[in-house]
Nanobody, 121 residues
Framework: VQLQASGGGLVQAGGSLRLSCAAS????????MGWFRQAPGKEREFVAA????????YYADSVQGRFTISRDNAKNTGYLQMNNLKPEETAVYYC???????????????WGQGTQVTVSS
C-alpha cells in the first residue's frame, strides 16, 4: 500500500483543517489506518486510528473531542478532521496503515510522506 497525505497548510489558532490520505492498491480496506504527527525536535506521536471497517476509532487524549478520523474504503481514502487547532499542534502529519489498531508507530507497516500543518497564534 502506498499512502499520500495532503490537506495541510497554515491556519490560525482555533481554526480547522481536513487532512486526506490517498491509498493506492486494492488492499487499503484490509488495513487499520492511523494518523501521527511530529513536531521539530520531538518524537513522532500517535494522533488517531480507525478500524478496517470504520466502526471503531481511537484517539490520543490531547485531541479527543476536537479531531475526527474517518475513511472511505470505496475511494481508498482516509481523513482527519481537525477542529479548534492549537499552536502547539504545529507539526508534520503522517498517515499510516497497519494490521491492527495501535498507538505505537512501530506497529504500522506503511507510511505516507507527511503534510505540514502550521497553527499560528
Amino acid at each position: 500500500v502506498q499512502l499520500q497525505a495532503s490537506g495541510g497548510g497554515l491556519v490560525q489558532a482555533g481554526g480547522s483543517l481536513r487532512l486526506s490520505c490517498a491509498a493506492s492498491g486494492r488492499t487499503f480496506s484490509s488495513y487499520v489506518m492511523g494518523w501521527f504527527r511530529q513536531a521539530p525536535g520531538k518524537e513522532r506521536e500517535f494522533v488517531a486510528a480507525i478500524s478496517v471497517g470504520g466502526g471503531s476509532t481511537y484517539y490520543a487524549d490531547s485531541v479527543q473531542g476536537r479531531f475526527t478520523i474517518s475513511r472511505d474504503n470505496a475511494k481508498n481514502t482516509g481523513y482527519l478532521q481537525m477542529n479548534n487547532l492549537k499552536p502547539e499542534e504545529t507539526a508534520v502529519y503522517y498517515c499510516a496503515a497497519g494490521p491492527g489498531i495501535a498507538a505505537m508507530k512501530n506497529d504500522y507497516l506503511y507510511w505516507g510522506q507527511g503534510t505540514q500543518v502550521t497553527v499560528s497564534s
